[in-house]
């Protein structure tokens, strides 16, 4: 089978001079220092474990990538590009801010192969912006987005749940933008609090309070069931589980689990699945059948057996049936009550 591998470079923040309220990098803005002989080490040990059926990207994250300074960036490519050359290697690549985009990077990139560029594009409400201190505007936003989609580039959005001065309602517009400026995919990152940045010291004397992990998922899974229903595919939800998630010393509160993409697919299917039987009026005791695509069940029942636990006790009814088919794909769900007749996909 076609595996899709990625190696991930993480760059430093190299002294990024904005001060995002979330960012934990602004203790080591002053590193300047960046061993470029490691990444072709870090591409050729990832190659080792490769095979030719394997499609490999090499993605460039961790910081702005445009706007690092050009010539490092250029020197990256080059390196990446030279993979890309001997065939070792399909794609490039990498994430970097709204106010980083003009037609020159883009150039620069399309001249080394990037093929996909993700776009902090964390809200799309200014008041949040400003909150945030992301220094750019919704403006910004989408005029990086249109000079992306426009310049024949892939534009993947990565935007948060939970900032200050945020809602539900400005989220799912945020999610709306995303969609509407041509992006193939999406990441969910629900807000967490780190030690040593200024969203810690908002928490301190009240002006800001993380939101709790009930909330997180729930947002989210709005907005991950908006992005699926527009054909926008969800590469990630939440921050990757690193140790400034597990320590105290760096992590100090918000959504933080293991599994949070998980559990906000489980919050998915059970919201879809409530929706069905709405449409269905399925009364207490009636036996009820639930399908999903192959590989999908356990997250249709949910951590715990969760789902099933709450649609019992939601519907009223005891007789629910998981199963999963292979004439469903996706994360769509096929829910009916015994008669095949009230099928409802
Ligand atoms: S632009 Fe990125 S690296 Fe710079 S402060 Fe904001 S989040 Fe941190």
Redo the contacts with the bound molecule.
């Keep these: 089978m076609r595996r899709h591998i990625n190696i991930p470079i993480f760059i430093p923040?190299l002294g990024?001079?904005?001060?995002?309220v979330?960012?934990?990098?602004?203790t080591i803005?002053g590193v300047r220092e960046f061993d470029i002989s490691t990444v072709k080490q870090t591409i050729d040990s990832t190659l080792a474990t490769t095979s030719d059926e394997d499609e490999v990207e090499i993605a460039f994250f961790g910081?702005?990538f445009t706007?690092i300074d050009e010539n490092l960036m250029v020197d990256l490519l080059k390196i990446a590009y030279s993979y890309i050359e001997s065939g070792q290697v399909h794609s490039i690549r990498c994430s970097t801010?709204p106010d980083y985009i003009d037609s020159h990077k883009l150039q620069i990139l399309k001249k080394y192969g990037v093929k996909v560029i993700e776009l902090?594009l964390q809200s799309s409400s200014d008041s949040v912006l400003k909150l945030t201190k992301?220094?750019h505007s919704f403006s910004d936003e989408k005029s990086a987005a249109d000079l992306i989609v426009s310049s024949g580039f892939s534009l993947v959005g990565q935007m948060m749940i939970g900032l200050p001065g945020s809602t539900l309602e400005l989220e799912i517009e945020t999610a709306r933008f995303i969609i509407s400026s041509g992006a193939v995919a999406a990441r969910i990152y629900p807000t967490v609090v780190f030690r040593d940045t200024e969203l810690y010291d908002m928490c301190c004397i009240g002006t800001y309070s993380p939101i709790a992990l009930e909330e997180a998922i729930e947002r989210s899974a709005k907005v991950f069931s908006l992005f699926l229903e527009n054909n926008i595919n969800v590469i990630r939800i939440g921050l990757c589980a690193t140790e400034n998630l597990s320590s105290p010393e760096t992590y100090y509160g918000g959504p933080n689990h293991a599994a949070l993409g998980e559990l906000v697919i489980n919050k998915y299917y059970y919201d879809k699945i409530i929706e069905k039987t709405n449409a269905l009026s399925v009364r207490e005791g009636e036996a009820l059948n639930i399908a999903v695509a192959r590989g999908r069940l356990s997250s249709v029942i949910g951590q715990n057996k969760n789902n099933k636990i709450l649609l019992t006790k939601t519907l009223g009814t005891r007789l629910i049936s998981f199963s999963e088919s292979d004439e469903i794909s996706g994360f769509d769900v096929s829910v009916w009550k015994e008669s095949r007749e009230n099928k409802c996909t």
């Design positions: 923040h990024c001079p904005n001060q995002c979330f960012c934990n990098q602004k803005s910081g702005s706007g801010r902090g992301r220094g």
